[in-house]
């Protein structure tokens, strides 16, 4: 979407195979899905090893003429690579530094990473999707990857407006799961007590809860019972 409004865009890929997206298919069109292809609209792209320090040197280089970096690293990654905020804003400090990741850069389950289908159980829009009666059933697209980035970008674009008129801090944080309970408001999150996280389901009036280490769904009554219950691995 930034590339769309006229951002000079330039996606970093792993070497030797690329975004995982390239193989989404099919359908294909020149050998490249055309998922691949539709998300990624109007960027440029270059492969770099960020394992490696002479990669890791050309990404601070390229963060240091750049006025947002975007990642979707987990925290502990980011800082072991070296291209945390505090590191890259040494060197250009207006940096608008945006984050995706799955469950956040703080908490109990930040260091855990994230697939758009986690967010979509633990976020309890599976609940309210599929037939009356059956089970939870995922939504056909990654609507919390794809909706996140959108929220990400318009974000972005307020950083960017708040830099031209403050004195700001320039990082921006978004994670799909609280995407997921904060945009369908028939999933509600609440506080499930030291240990677990927690949705309340209004259209079922259940509460779900979850391990905080995501170890998935735990619900002592139904455990005591015997019954079987959904979990999302």
Not at 50 to 55: A, C, M, N, R, S
Not at 67 to 79: A, L, S
Not at 121 to 140: D, E, F, N, Y
């Amino acid at each position: 979407n930034l590339a769309d409004m006229g951002a000079e865009v330039i996606k970093v890929e792993e070497v030797g195979r690329g975004d995982d997206t390239r193989g989404f298919g099919p359908p294909f069109a020149g050998g490249e899905a055309t998922y691949f292809l539709a998300i990624n609209r109007n960027k440029k792209s270059l492969a770099l090893n960020l394992k490696d320090p002479q990669g890791q040197a050309i990404a601070r280089r390229l963060a240091e003429r750049a006025d947002v970096v975007v990642e979707n690293f987990r925290p502990d990654v980011k800082q072991r690579l070296g291209i945390d905020y505090d590191t890259l804003s040494r060197d250009n400090p207006g940096l608008v530094y945006a984050s995706i990741s799955g469950f956040g850069q703080t908490g109990p389950l930040a260091q855990r990473p994230g697939f758009d289908q986690i967010a979509q159980g633990m976020g309890g829009l599976m609940s309210i999707t599929g037939h009356k009666g059956g089970g939870p059933v995922r939504v056909g697209i990654a609507i919390n990857d794809t909706s996140s980035g959108l929220l990400l970008a318009n974000g972005i674009v307020l950083a960017l407006l708040d830099r031209e008129r403050t004195d700001f801090d320039g990082i921006l944080e978004e994670a799909k799961e609280h995407y997921g309970a904060r945009v369908f408001p028939m999933t509600l999150p609440v506080d499930a007590g030291p240990g677990f996280s927690a949705v309340l389901d209004v259209m079922r009036s259940e509460v779900i809860t979850f391990a905080a280490d995501g170890s998935g769904k735990y619900d002592e009554k139904s455990a005591e019972k015997g019954e079987s219950r959904w979990c999302m691995v």
